[in-house]
């Protein structure tokens, strides 16, 4: 195996990111198949829910990325506007993943399994403007 020095994996509440990295120690984050938290009342959960995002930013630094994929079209939809609320710069937007022409998806197990079902992946990259 291939060592992959500046590469973490990260198995906890996305809210104790600053107790765990320093501001500027990580610069891009990929939110994949997030839980959507579907009920109104649930939203803040979220992890495309601005107050995550402005904590995003805050400990990633001026060079925040986020590479964000969902096969729920309710959070995909909503993290757009989040996104845009939040005043992040958003490229390669994709609402059909996989009938687009996107190159360099690398397939998680759930993309997988969704789209052999026949459901759109959702993508997007989002940077910090601030």
Known sequence: ???LPNLAFVWDNASNLSDLFEVGEFQRLYLNFSDP???KRTYKRRLTYRGFLQEYRRIMGENAEIFF???NRGLFEFSLNEFCAD???LSNISLDLHNSDYEGNIMTEYE???SSRGMPIYRLEARNRK
């Open 69 to 71: 994929k969902t096969d």
């Open 112 to 114: 997988e399994k969704f």
């Open 87 to 89: 005043d992040w710069k």
């Open 1 to 3: 195996d291939e060592e």
């Open 37 to 39: 938290w579907p009920k």
